[in-house]
């Protein structure tokens, strides 16, 4: 689930591909002014999202999940795990083929496997820390004790990123203008915003 942005701006994929051909210190400078402007803008509100207390009881004495490494909440790293990325890549739709050999019956048999496009995204936000991804998202699709013990101590999934997005899009999308008007002014280059 994600946050619905109200404006899409055309060209700019093509734009800073064209800047690191030539320049690649202003290329780098834009990704930096976009980080610190409308990335911690994102950050900080996200931040502000997860609670200052364990969210369940049992959450302190280990894994959430028996047996598997990682998945232990921690109220620091669910914090120092918001991370913002700028203009991650976008990729095609695309089908893909492989052969593979079925060891028990002998015999090669192909897959065909569907990968559906993922348009450019100029600036994205994630939560990298394992433990605070299932807090986060846990009764999105399923329903069980464990999502019904986090809603009764809390908001509904999603508990942090999107609601914290959501919170800042206005500031954000302000920022980010802002960092396109002088990207198009430097490189005379109309990069056109379409409002929704």
Do not use: C
């Not at 055309?10 to 800047?19: A, D, M, S, V, Y």
């Not at 950050?43 to 959450?59: A, E, N």
């Not at 999603?158 to 203008?177: F, Q, Y």
């Amino acid at each position: 689930m994600g946050v619905e942005v109200s404006a899409q701006v055309f060209g700019i994929q093509e734009t800073l591909k064209e800047i690191n051909t030539f320049d690649v210190k202003y290329r780098r400078q834009i990704t930096v002014d976009i980080q610190s402007g409308a990335g911690k803008l994102v950050v900080d509100s996200v931040r502000t999202m997860i609670p200052k207390d364990y969210p369940l009881s049992g959450m302190r004495r280990g894994s959430m999940i028996k047996g598997r490494d990682g998945t232990a909440y921690s109220i620091q790293d669910a914090t120092a795990g918001v991370k913002t990325f700028v203009a991650k890549r976008g990729s095609r739709e695309k089908t893909v083929t492989f052969t593979r050999y079925d060891r028990e019956l002998g015999t090669k048999y192909t897959q065909t496997i569907d990968f559906n496009a993922r348009p450019f995204a100029l600036l994205t936000a994630s939560q990298k820390n394992t433990a605070a991804a299932i807090w986060d998202h846990s009764g999105l699709n399923t329903k069980s004790q464990f999502v019904a013990n986090l809603d009764a101590e809390g908001p509904a999934a999603p508990r942090a990123m999107v609601p914290g997005v959501a919170a800042v899009l206005p500031d954000v999308e302000r920022e980010v203008s802002k960092i396109l008007d002088a990207v198009s002014a430097k490189m005379n280059v109309n990069l056109k915003i379409e409002r929704r």
